[in-house]
């Protein structure tokens, strides 16, 4: 099967678990082959957990879930060297971030001594512990849920946390109908637990290395610059854009590229997915941890940005 079988197998398989939701779906799967970390922010209930299970089943792949908690040390994500008594050395165990798709569940949960813990793994895809260095991956994906600030019991996540996610995901509300159907089909109870793998580990690092090589023209690159210099300049924000951030949209949309079956992105996939990428990168003066002000500031500061034709 040719990669965008593959592709479209895929997403067949995620959407007949996620129902209705073809857009937080389609941003996952940007996320998974752009090589990127996903927050997925929303209320409980609404499908967070599910979707990354349906991506994990859909691709023959290792698989971990880590319940955050207040109480959770980092040796409990990354492990703890153990002492043989038989050879009289340490032997490094390793912990549940060890897995090529890692669910990170409640992140916001744990105090940010554990979120911490996450830091290196997400940006560098390893571990270090005694002096050495644990390979992750690849392919290495964290898929971070997360619980609005305001329910009880929640630590805000650090800047330099929220620049290693590639896209922050919000899944939201069902409609009418698309309830109607969970409610009868219980998609989460009956398709979840039959899904197989339509992918293999290679197939994916094989189109994770063909985003690499789509083409990017230099009109979209100046607008990629564009949208960041104008977050950097806004009077309303106190931290624009990061050229973390810069890279990370210029490879989200070569991503939504292959997804589409281009290998050139167009101005589209760049607006598509600019507030996905930078809006959670961003602080303002006024509002310091409200995320929904710096989206509305961000739509702003986009619609201030012409794209190229």
């Known amino acids: 099967m040719e990669s965008s079988g593959k592709i479209e197998a895929l997403r067949r398989n995620v959407e007949s678990v996620i129902l209705g939701k073809s857009r937080a779906v389609r941003s996952a799967l940007v996320a998974l082959l752009g090589g990127g970390h996903v927050l997925l922010e929303d209320v409980p209930g609404v499908g967070k957990t599910v979707l990354t299970r349906a991506i994990a089943k859909s691709i023959d792949c290792t698989f971990n879930r880590i319940q955050l908690t207040p109480d959770l040390l980092p040796s409990d994500i990354l492990g703890v060297s153990v002492y043989d008594q038989t050879s009289g050395q340490f032997h490094f165990k390793r912990g549940p971030i ?5 669910l990170v569940d409640e992140i916001n949960r744990t105090t940010p001594r554990t979120q911490s813990a996450l830091l290196e793994a997400m940006n560098e895809a390893q571990v270090s512990a005694d002096g050495q260095s644990y390979p992750l991956g690849p392919p290495f994906m964290v898929l971070a849920t997360q619980n609005p ?3 009880e019991g929640t630590y805000f996540l650090p800047e330099n946390q929220l620049d290693r996610f590639m896209l922050r995901i919000r899944v939201g509300y069902p409609d009418k109908q698309t309830e109607r159907d969970i409610l009868h089909l219980q998609p989460a109870r009956t398709r979840l637990n039959e899904l197989r793998p339509v992918m293999s580990i290679e197939d994916l690092l094989t189109l994770q290395r063909q985003v690499l090589g789509v083409r990017m023209d230099e009109a979209i690159v100046d607008y990629i610059l564009s949208i960041a210099e104008a977050t950097r300049r806004s009077e309303e924000l106190t931290i624009g854009l990061s050229p973390r951030g810069s890279l990370a949209l210029a490879q989200a949309a070569r991503a ?7 290998d050139y992105v167009v101005p589209d996939d760049v ?3 600019a507030p996905l990428v930078c809006a959670h990168r961003l602080l303002t003066k006024a509002l310091a941890q409200d995320g929904s002000a710096a989206e509305a500031i961000f739509d702003q500061v986009l619609e201030t940005i012409p794209a190229p034709r």
């Open 98 to 102: 060890f897995a090529h798709i890692v």
């Open 149 to 151: 600030y305001e329910f």
């Open 256 to 262: 939504a590229a292959v997804l589409d079956g281009r």
């Open 271 to 273: 607006k598509e997915l």
